[in-house]
C-alpha cells in the first residue's frame, strides 16, 4: 500500500473502505483547533512555543502513523535469531521509501541509519550495524518516518527467541509504563501528571524510569515543545488542551537510572549494565481523552 500521493475522492488506505475525504481527512474525533480560544492558541504559541495542530495536520500525522505501525508490524514478523540490526535497518529503509516516505533519522543531526535498534542495555539511539540478534536479546525498535511533510514517531521492544523471565518482566513493565502515561493524557491534566503516573508505576515494583530522554513535541518537525518528561509530579508542567500532539516513551530500566553515552555520540547503555526497554506512541489531546496517532495494542 503506498500511502503518498493521496487525493480527497480516493479510499482512504486505513481500509475503512471510505473516501479519504470522508475518513481520515475529515476524522469526527480529530480535534478542531477552532474550539480552542484564540487567545489561547496564541498564549500556547508565545509562551510554550507550543502548535496546536489541526484537523488538517491531524489527518497527516494519523496516516504517517499508520505508515509507522505498519513498518514495526513489519519488522516484528522480521525479527528472529540469527538476522543483523543492519538487515532490520534495510527493511525498515526499503519499506518507508516504497511508501513514499522519507526515514526520519537517516542523517537527523549526523545519525548515519534509518532506524534506531537498541539491544539489550541500550536504553536508546542505538545505531544498527552488523551485530547478529540471537535468543535471549530483548532489542527495541524506534520508527520516525516523514509522510507528505508530516512526521509520526513510535517504538516497541521485542523478545528474541527464548528470553528469561527477567527479559520478559522488563518488556511488560516499560509497555505498561506507556499504558499508565497515556491514561492521564486529557484536557485540564498536566504534563506532570503523565510522569507522575510512570514513575508511580514502574518504581514500586523495583524499576528505574531514564531521566535523561523524554517525550516530544511532534508532527511538523521531528522534535517539538512540549518535553513530556516520564516523571514528576502530579499538577505540575503545562496544562494539556486539544490540539497538542506529542510522543509518551518511557525508558525503563531493569537496574538504576543512570546512563552513559559511548563514543559514537548516540547509542546510551545503562550504567550498570541492566536491561532497558520501551515502548512510544504519538498522540494527539482530543476534547475528552487522547487518540493515538500510532495506535497499537498495550
Not at 73 to 77: A, E, L, S, T, Y
Given at each position: 500500500m503506498n500511502y503518498s500521493g493521496i487525493g480527497r475522492?480516493?479510499?482512504?488506505?486505513?481500509?475503512?473502505?471510505?473516501?479519504?475525504?470522508?475518513?481520515?481527512?475529515?476524522?469526527?474525533?480529530?480535534?478542531?483547533t477552532n474550539?480552542?480560544?484564540?487567545?489561547?492558541?496564541?498564549?500556547?504559541?508565545?509562551k510554550y512555543r507550543i502548535k496546536l495542530k489541526t484537523k488538517t495536520d491531524i489527518a497527516g500525522i494519523r496516516m504517517c502513523g499508520k505508515l509507522v505501525v505498519d513498518t514495526l508490524?513489519?519488522?516484528?514478523?522480521f525479527i528472529r535469531p540469527g538476522i543483523t540490526t543492519n538487515d532490520i535497518n534495510t527493511l525498515v529503509h526499503n519499506y518507508t521509501i516504497e511508501n513514499g516516505a522519507?526515514?526520519?533519522?537517516?542523517?537527523?543531526?549526523?545519525?548515519?541509519?534509518s532506524v534506531c535498534t537498541s539491544l539489550n542495555e541500550v536504553i536508546c539511539h542505538g545505531i544498527p550495524s552488523d551485530r547478529i540478534l540471537i535468543s535471549g536479546d530483548i532489542i527495541n525498535i524506534d520508527v520516525t518516518s516523514i509522510l507528505n511533510g508530516y512526521y509520526a514517531d513510535a517504538n516497541m521492544t521485542f523478545l528474541v527467541g527464548e528470553c528469561s523471565e527477567n527479559a520478559k518482566k522488563i518488556v511488560s513493565v516499560a509497555r505498561q509504563s506507556l499504558k499508565e502515561g497515556l491514561g492521564m493524557v486529557k484536557p485540564f491534566n498536566t504534563v506532570g501528571d503523565i510522569g507522575w503516573a510512570i514513575q508511580n508505576y514502574a518504581e514500586p515494583l523495583g524499576f528505574s524510569v531514564v531521566r535523561?530522554?523524554?517525550?516530544?513535541?511532534?508532527?511538523?518537525?521531528?522534535h517539538e515543545p512540549p518535553d513530556i518528561p516520564h516523571f514528576g509530579?502530579?499538577?505540575?508542567?503545562?496544562?494539556?488542551i486539544p490540539g497538542?500532539?506529542?510522543?509518551?516513551?518511557?525508558?525503563?530500566?531493569?537496574?538504576?537510572?543512570?546512563?552513559?553515552?559511548?563514543?559514537?555520540?548516540?547509542?546510551?547503555?545503562?550504567?550498570d549494565g541492566s536491561l532497558s526497554a520501551q515502548f512510544e506512541q504519538t498522540v494527539v489531546v482530543t476534547e475528552d481523552g487522547y487518540e493515538s496517532l500510532t495506535p497499537y495494542e498495550l
Open positions: 475522492n480516493d479510499v482512504c488506505p486505513c481500509g475503512s473502505g471510505l473516501k479519504y475525504k470522508k475518513c481520515c481527512m475529515l476524522n469526527s474525533e480529530a480535534v478542531n474550539k480552542v480560544d484564540a487567545k489561547l492558541i496564541e498564549l500556547y504559541q508565545r508490524n513489519k519488522v516484528r514478523d522519507i526515514p526520519a533519522p537517516l542523517n537527523y543531526r549526523g545519525f548515519p541509519k535523561d530522554f523524554i517525550g516530544h513535541g511532534v508532527g511538523i518537525n521531528f509530579k502530579k499538577g505540575t508542567g503545562i496544562t494539556l497538542m500532539v506529542f510522543t509518551v516513551e518511557p525508558m525503563v530500566n531493569a537496574g538504576q537510572r543512570y546512563l552513559k553515552v559511548l563514543a559514537d555520540g548516540w547509542t546510551a547503555i545503562t550504567l
